[in-house]
Nanobody, 126 residues
Framework: QVQLVESGGGLVQTGGSLRLSCTAS????????VGWFRQAPGKEREFVAS????????YYADSVKGRFIISRDNAENTAYLQMNSLRPEDTAVYFC???????????????????WGQGTQVTVSS
């Protein structure tokens, strides 16, 4: 069973930064697309970003483009989400997920992912 563990969430002021980490037990980690999603209270879970198998390229939701950076270290089985210029509307539980897709690394839908972490809370105060 593949396990994902997120960390790095917390409370930050508007304009601040946080870096989330996601460590996976999947082997080989490099064979999976990694995605980040978030879910705010009372809202549906939404796509944030995904990254290609090698980590060369990321794809972002419009709401975070230019502020968030997704990356991965396949040697460490870890993916990251660097979040800058945070806003109150970024407040949510953030989840990382793995997709076994071998053809397309731009995966924006929940059903396209096979494994999920438990989430980490990010709260941005105004």
């Amino acid at each position: 069973q593949v396990q994902l563990v997120e960390s790095g969430g917390g409370l930050v002021q508007t304009g601040g930064s946080l870096r989330l980490s996601c460590t996976a037990s999947a082997r080989p980690f490099s064979s999976f697309v990694v995605g980040w999603f978030r879910q705010a209270p009372g809202k549906e879970r939404e796509f944030v970003a995904s990254i290609s198998w090698s980590g060369e390229t990321g794809y972002y939701a419009d709401s975070v483009k230019g502020r968030f950076i997704i990356s991965r270290d396949n040697a460490e089985n870890t993916a990251y989400l660097q979040m800058n210029s945070l806003r109150p509307e970024d407040t949510a539980v953030y989840f990382c997920a793995l997709s076994g897709s071998v053809s397309n690394w731009i995966r924006t839908k929940i059903r396209e992912y096979d494994y999920w972490g438990q989430g980490t809370q990010v709260t941005v105060s105004s």
